[in-house]
C-alpha cells in the first residue's frame, strides 16, 4: 500500500521525482525480500499500473521516463553480476512456483464450516479450530487464508452480505468525485484487497487500521449523501414506493 502512495509524490513532487521512484522500487525489494510469493505477485502489479499512471500524469514525464529506464537497467545488471547469491537464497522460494502452500485444506475446511453453520457461521473462534476439536492459545483465530472464505465461514450469510455491502460502499468512496489521489489510493487498496484473498491481512488489527485509514481519507471528498449504503439506499426507495403507492390509493 507505500508504494503507490510513494510514486503519487513523484507525480506530486515532480522534481523530486527520481528519488520517489527509486524509493518506490527500494520498498518493492523489501517485497521480495520477504519470500511471499502473493505480496510479490499483486505488489508487482500495483508497483507497475503505479508507474504507468505517474509517466501518463506527471509533468516531468520526460525525467520519469529516464528514471524508469535506468531503474530497470541497474536492476538488471545487479540480478545478472549477483544471480548465484540470489539463487542460493530464493532457491526454496522459488521451488515452491506458485502452489497452494496448504491453503485448499483450509479452504475446504471454511466452505464445510459454512455448511454447518450458513447463518452466521462459527464466529472467529479463537481457538484455533475448536470446532474441529484443535488446541487453543485464546490468543489468533482459527484463519482461513483468505477474506472470502473468513467472512463465509466465520459470519456465514449475514456476515458475509454486511462484508460484500462493506467493501462496495467502500469502493463507491473510491469511484465517487474521482481524482489523481484516489486513483492511487485505488492501486494500493487493490493489491491489499486481492493479496488478502489468499492471506490473512484484511482481517488481521493492523490491516483494518490501515483501511479505516484510508477510507476516512478518501471519504473526505465526498459529501455524505453520496456515502449511504446501497442496502439503507434501497431499503429508503422501497419505502417511498410504498408509501407514494399508499397515498395514490388513498387519494382515489
Do not use: C
Amino acid at each position: 500500500m507505500m508504494m503507490p502512495a510513494t510514486v503519487y509524490y513523484a507525480v506530486k513532487n515532480g522534481k523530486y521525482s527520481p528519488l520517489y521512484l527509486i524509493y518506490a522500487v527500494v520498498q518493492y525489494f523489501f517485497i521480495f525480500a520477504s519470500a511471499s510469493r502473493g505480496a510479490i505477485l499483486f505488489g508487482a502489479f500495483g508497483l507497475v499500473a503505479s508507474f504507468g499512471l505517474a509517466i501518463y500524469k506527471s509533468e516531468f514525464r520526460g525525467r520519469m521516463i529516464i528514471t524508469t529506464g535506468v531503474l530497470m537497467a541497474v536492476t538488471t545488471i545487479v540480478l545478472m553480476a549477483k544471480a548465484d547469491v540470489i539463487y542460493d537464497s530464493l532457491g526454496i522460494f522459488m521451488g515452491k512456483a506458485l502452489d497452494e502452500n496448504g491453503r485448499i485444506p483450509l479452504w475446504k475446511d471454511a466452505w464445510k464450516n459454512f455448511k454447518a453453520n450458513p447463518i452466521f457461521g462459527t464466529g472467529f473462534d479463537y481457538y484455533l479450530g475448536g470446532h474441529n476439536g484443535g488446541k487453543s492459545d485464546g490468543y489468533t483465530p482459527y484463519w482461513y487464508h483468505s477474506t472470502f472464505f473468513q467472512a463465509l465461514a466465520a459470519t456465514g450469510i449475514v456476515g458475509f452480505l454486511a462484508w460484500v455491502n462493506l467493501e462496495v460502499s467502500r469502493l463507491r468512496a473510491f469511484l465517487t468525485n474521482v481524482s489523481l489521489e484516489k486513483w492511487f489510493m485505488l492501486f494500493g487498496y487493490a493489491v491489499f484487497w486481492l493479496y488478502g484473498m489468499v492471506d490473512v491481512f484484511y482481517y488481521t488489527p493492523n490491516g483494518l487500521l490501515f483501511l479505516f485509514i484510508i477510507t476516512l481519507a478518501i471519504e473526505k471528498s465526498v459529501e455524505s449523501a453520496k456515502l449511504r449504503p446501497y442496502s439503507l439506499v434501497y431499503i429508503e426507495r422501497k419505502r417511498r414506493q410504498k408509501l407514494l403507492t399508499k397515498n395514490t390509493e388513498n387519494e382515489k
